[in-house]
C-alpha cells in the first residue's frame, strides 16, 4: 500500500551553474515534511527539462547531463561497511547514552569528491539543487530544515608536548567517490574520505594463480610424455593466457583514480521552442544525482522536473542498499 505524498520535484538551474547535486532524499524530507533516508535506492519515473532561453529557430540552447554513482558491488558494499563503521562508532556513546541521538540522525554521505570539497551547513551541502514552487524563476524556494553530513570521529591519543593534553580527536566527512581530501588547515588530517577508497585498501587482493615455473614447459617430467608436436608451445601458452584478472588488481572503480566521476544516465537538450520529456526510469543509488549543465547558445537556466517512481517507502519506490 502506497502513501500519498509530492513525488514531483522541480530545481532551477541556474544561468552559471556547472556542476550541482540533487539528494532526492532530501528533497522528499523537505517537502513532505518526514526523513527520507538517504541509504536507499531512489527509482526515476519522468524527468522534464525546460530550458529558459530567448533563442529563435529551434538551435540547440543547452544540455542537461544527470550522473548517478556506479550500481554494482562495490558501491553497495564499501557503503554498507561504512555505515556499519559510523553506527559501530557511535555506538560507544549511545550504549550508555541513547536519549542524547536526534530523533532525525540518519548517515549521510557525499556523491564525490566536488561534492565534498563545497560548503556545508546544517540544512546540506550549498551545492545541492533545492526544490521550489511557482513560476519558473525558481524563486519561492521550500522552507528547509537539518540536514547534517554524518562525521566520523577517530580515537585520539596524541599528546600535545608544550601542554601536557591529549589533543582534539579527528572528525571528517566522507563521499562515495574519489580520494581521501586532507584536511586545510592540518595536512595530516582529514577533511572528507572516499568510502569506496577506503573499502578497497581494508580488502585482501586475490593472488594470480596459478604460480607456474618458469621451466614448466622444458622440464624433462613434461617433456617425457611428449611424442613430438606442439607441447612445449602450448604449455607456454597455456600458462601464460589469462592469469590475471580482467580488471584492476588495486584500485576499485569509484577509488582514488579508476571511474571516480559517476555514471551518465542521460543526457537531454533543450531549445528555445521545446522542452525535453523523458519517460525512462533508473536507479539512483543514495538517491544522489550529479547535474551536469553545459551550455551551448545561451547563457540562460532552465527548469528541471523530477518524477520519483511511487512505491512503498512513505509514497515512493526506494529499495534499501542492503537488498
Request: hydrophobic letters at 35%; one cysteine or more; charged letters at 20%.
Amino acid at each position: 500500500m502506497t502513501t500519498e505524498c509530492s513525488r514531483t520535484l522541480a530545481y532551477a538551474i541556474e544561468d552559471s551553474a556547472t556542476d550541482a547535486y540533487i539528494d532526492l532524499a532530501q528533497s522528499l524530507s523537505f517537502t513532505n515534511r518526514k526523513l527520507y533516508r538517504q541509504g536507499r535506492c531512489y527509482y526515476i519515473q519522468k524527468i522534464q527539462w525546460m530550458s529558459g532561453n530567448s533563442l529563435t529557430g529551434g538551435s540547440l540552447a543547452s544540455k542537461l547531463t544527470l550522473n548517478t554513482l556506479p550500481m554494482g558491488w562495490v558501491v553497495r558494499n564499501s557503503w554498507v561497511k561504512a555505515f556499519a563503521l559510523w553506527k559501530q562508532m557511535n555506538k560507544s556513546v549511545l550504549s550508555d547514552n541513547p536519549s542524547v541521538q536526534g530523533k532525525w540522525a540518519d548517515f549521510k554521505v557525499f556523491f564525490d569528491v566536488n561534492h565534498a570539497n563545497g560548503d556545508w551547513g546544517s540544512a546540506g551541502p550549498t551545492l545541492n539543487l533545492k526544490p521550489f514552487t511557482g513560476d519558473q524563476d525558481g524563486a519561492q524556494f521550500i522552507n528547509d530544515g537539518e540536514w547534517y553530513m554524518s562525521d566520523y570521529v577517530t580515537p585520539q591519543h596524541d599528546v600535545v608536548q608544550a601542554t601536557g593534553v591529549e589533543a582534539p580527536a579527528d572528525k571528517f566527512k566522507c563521499h562515495m567517490l574519489g580520494a581521501d581530501i586532507p584536511d586545510p588547515a592540518d595536512a595530516t588530517e582529514f577533511k572528507s574520505v572516499g568510502i569506496v577508497n577506503g573499502y578497497q585498501d581494508t580488502r585482501a587482493r586475490v593472488q594470480i594463480a596459478p604460480d607456474v615455473p618458469a621451466t614448466m614447459s622444458t622440464n624433462w617430467m613434461t617433456q617425457l610424455t611428449d611424442e613430438g608436436g606442439q607441447d612445449p608451445e602450448l604449455a607456454d601458452v597455456i600458462e601464460d593466457a589469462n592469469d590475471a584478472p580482467p580488471y584492476d588488481l588495486d584500485e576499485y572503480p569509484g577509488g582514488a583514480t579508476n571511474w571516480n566521476k559517476g555514471v551518465i544516465q542521460t543526457t537531454m537538450l533543450a531549445t528555445a521552442t521545446n522542452q525535453v520529456d523523458k519517460d525512462i526510469g533508473f536507479c539512483v543509488p543514495l538517491g544522489l544525482l550529479k547535474v551536469t549543465r553545459t551550455l551551448i547558445n545561451n547563457t540562460n537556466g532552465g527548469v528541471l522536473l523530477i518524477t520519483v517512481a511511487p512505491g512503498n517507502y512513505h509514497g515512493v519506490m526506494a529499495t534499501e542498499m542492503k537488498q
